[in-house]
């Protein structure tokens, strides 16, 4: 994964950055200070191809689903991940997954939460760390 299809992946979530979806209003005093930290997330995200190709390695071992699973967010597919990768935000494992072809539903409500086409198997399956 490069820098490029990062940036294709933000055209289609344009409010993806490194920590998810949207920008963060904790202990943000002004719109101009909650922009300025989202821009830089955005930064974070862009600078992160090495760790988004990694992610892709592992998704495209797990299984899919036909339709979007709502029993799974992508919070907890990166806690999951995490342990198999290394150290990954929940942004880079969105903008991994939508590279690699999963289908995706935001959540309402302003939620940050995403959902992908994966088995909530994917729990049951992974072999725990040495």
Not at 82 to 87: C, D, H
């Amino acid at each position: 994964m490069t820098r490029s299809d990062i940036t294709r992946v933000l055209k289609r979530i344009p409010a993806l950055c490194s920590q998810g979806i949207g920008p963060s209003w904790q202990d943000r005093a002004t719109h101009s200070d909650v922009l300025a930290e989202f821009q830089k997330r955005q930064q974070d995200l862009l600078q992160s191809a090495r760790v988004c190709t990694c992610i892709c390695r592992w998704l495209k071992d797990q299984p899919r689903t036909p339709h979007v699973n709502l029993a799974v967010t992508t919070n907890d597919l990166t806690r999951l991940a995490a342990q198999q990768v290394g150290p990954i935000s929940n942004g880079q494992l969105i903008a991994a997954a939508l590279y690699c072809g999963f289908l995706f539903r935001l959540s309402r409500n302003n939620n940050p939460k995403v959902y992908l086409n994966i088995s909530d198997a994917i729990f049951t399956r992974q072999t725990p760390p040495a």
